[in-house]
């Protein structure tokens, strides 16, 4: 069964910092684009970030530069995204998808994509 894992998510206050977790079951994620989007309760998803299949290239929204970063660790399958100085506005379920091409490929075209993982950002 081929399926993406997320995990890291949770509550923390404004300022904090979490890191998420996107590991992959069944296939290697190494040549793959993985992206990470964020969905809050009413909205569409939204790009976050994405690493290239090469690792060459990594993207991030204008409301996360500097405060989001992604990372790959082929050893462990996993693509992880460090997030510091966490806002309020950065509060929604976050999901990773997998694509054999382009971190440029519309969301609901990535070949996997995993069930997701909360965040919540409050006082």
């Known amino acids: 069964q081929l399926q993406l894992v997320e995990s890291g998510g949770g509550l923390v206050q404004p300022g904090g910092s979490l890191r998420l977790s996107c590991a992959a079951i069944?296939?290697?994620?190494?040549?793959?684009?993985i992206g990470w989007f964020r969905q809050a309760p009413g909205k569409e998803p939204e790009g976050v970030s994405c690493?290239?299949?090469?690792?060459?290239?990594?993207y991030y929204a204008d409301s996360v530069k500097g405060r989001f970063t992604i990372y790959r660790d082929k050893g462990r399958n996993t693509v992880f995204l460090q997030l510091s100085s966490l806002k309020p506005m950065d509060t929604g379920v976050y999901f990773c998808?997998?694509?054999?091409?382009?971190?440029?490929?519309?969301?609901?075209?990535?070949?996997?994509r995993g069930q997701g993982t909360q965040v919540t950002v409050s006082s």
């Open positions: 998808a997998a694509d054999r091409l382009s971190c440029m490929a519309p969301v609901d075209k990535y070949d996997y």
């Open positions: 069944g296939f290697a994620l190494d040549s793959y684009a």
């Open positions: 690493i290239s299949t090469t690792d060459e290239y990594t």
